[in-house]
């Protein structure tokens, strides 16, 4: 049994799930679980430091899966470990590539080199179709309802939008935790869906309890948009820390951040500030709670194994499709 998108004839998956990369969340054990279960599991580089942990990593999971893999690469000036994360993948057989928060030039010609896969976060088809001239093997349309840096226009908007105009593939993210969501992106053109906060709420996912309770007991109400973790909008959960420093960047950084002059040093320390605080969060117990998750909180009920999410969502887009009105 499979379902036939020309994402999972590229990738060679029996799904069209990619198990989306999450920063301090995604391990190897999510990796090697959501591509045996059929789908594609991914990981970010930068969640492994020193870099010597990330090629150690990628080894661990090469050995307990013959499936393809994929990493997420964040290509602009602040990662300055792009370049060599970049080798160790293409040196450990990486499959699938995500690129996000700059140009994916440089990745896509040596991932091109190694026969593996490159796909692009896009909010906009400006940005798609700058990745698509780049030869990008397809992109991940980031609309409003994902976590971490979410988009602003509406799934299924911006789903439409994009396979209408481009060549090549449109991956869904935003919204997506179950068959039923699932099934109305595949209909919508999609070829695979991006699936992330419903993994937040897995047995494999090694963060603070008080996290994957918060994701289970969370509303789509309960999500916020937060330009004070990274400088970029992200969609984390409300709580007492986050109403307490406010929505927005303080005036002076904003400032620095809008200026010519300062934006190309601001920036990389408004990230860098932002992930200490996402890692202080994700990894322990603190009063800067800070926890990225997408609106697709109010559809996740319970903490299961990462295999059995992905069953229940092929199930479920099966049930979905089968009783769909049709025409009589």
Not at 255 to 264: G, N, P
Request: with cysteine; hydrophobic share 40%; charged share 20%.
């Amino acid at each position: 049994m499979k379902i036939q998108t020309p994402f999972t004839e590229m990738m060679k998956i029996q799904y069209p799930i990619i198990g989306a990369p999450m920063f301090l969340v995604s391990n190897t054990d999510m990796v090697v679980a959501i591509s045996e279960a059929g789908g594609i599991g991914t990981m970010p580089t930068l969640n492994f430091r020193p870099e010597s942990k990330y090629a150690e990593a990628l080894k661990e999971i090469k050995s307990r899966t013959k499936k393809p893999i994929g990493v997420n690469i964040i290509v602009n000036k602040s990662n300055t470990r792009a370049a060599s994360d970049l080798k160790a993948s293409l040196d450990n057989g990486v499959e699938l590539f995500i690129t996000s928060l700059g140009s994916p030039k440089e990745v896509i010609q040596e991932a091109h080199k190694n026969g593996a896969k490159v796909i692009c976060d896009v909010i906009n088809l400006e940005h798609a179709k700058k990745v698509q001239d780049l030869g990008a093997d397809g992109v991940i349309a980031v609309s409003t309802g994902a976590g971490g840096h979410a988009g602003p226009i509406s799934p299924i908007v911006l789903v439409s939008w994009l396979q209408k105009e481009l060549k090549i593939p449109v991956i869904a993210a935003g919204g997506i935790a179950d068959g039923a969501t699932m099934a109305s992106m595949i209909t919508l053109g999609a070829s695979a869906v991006s699936v992330g906060t419903r993994f937040i709420a897995s047995t494999e996912a090694k963060i603070e309890q008080a996290y994957k309770d918060a994701i289970v007991k969370s509303t789509p109400e309960d999500i916020v948009m937060t330009t004070r973790v990274s400088g970029t909008p992200a969609a984390v959960i409300k709580t007492p820390y986050i109403e307490k420093i406010g929505l927005d960047l303080p005036w002076y950084l904003k400032l620095l951040k809008d200026q010519k002059m300062t934006k190309k040093y601001i920036v990389p320390l408004i990230h860098y500030l932002g992930s200490k605080s996402l890692e202080e969060a994700a990894v322990g117990p603190t009063w800067k709670t800070v926890w990225s998750a997408g609106q697709s909180v109010g559809l996740i009920h319970d903490v299961l194994s990462c295999r059995e999410i992905m069953e229940k969502l092929v199930s479920e887009y099966e049930e979905c499709l089968k009783n769909a009105p049709r025409l009589q």
